[in-house]
Nanobody
């Protein structure tokens, strides 16, 4: 089973930037990325990147967030810029295999106003 270890998160002011990192115990052959869950909302996809580098972003973060990975496909990073209070959520690292999905423990991102 794949274990995901996240780092980053914290308190930032609106307009600020923050970076999240996730390291997996095994590489993915399919897709990795970030999801988030805000208070009172369902968990939503933020950004994903496939093993060959194809990226997908939620409309709410497009142009502000950048997802990247290492060539070994066992690390994924999310650079978050121009943060707003609406970005406040618990952010979860996500790795997808053929038959299973793996999740990190979540890291809190709070954007104050």
């Amino acid at each position: 089973q794949v274990q995901l270890v996240e780092s980053g998160g914290g308190l930032v002011q609106p307009g600020g930037s923050l970076g999240l990192s996730c390291t997996a115990s095994k590489a993915t052959t399919y897709r990795m990325g970030w999801y988030r869950q805000a208070p009172g909302k369902q968990r939503e996809m933020v950004a994903t990147i496939t093993a060959i580098g194809n990226m997908n972003y939620a409309e709410a973060v497009k142009g502000r967030f950048t997802i990247s990975k290492n060539s070994a496909n066992d690390m994924v990073y999310l650079a978050m810029n121009s943060l707003t209070p609406e970005d406040t959520a618990v952010y979860y690292c996500y790795f997808k295999e053929l038959l299973k999905e793996y999740w990190g423990q979540g890291t809190q991102v709070t954007v104050s106003s």
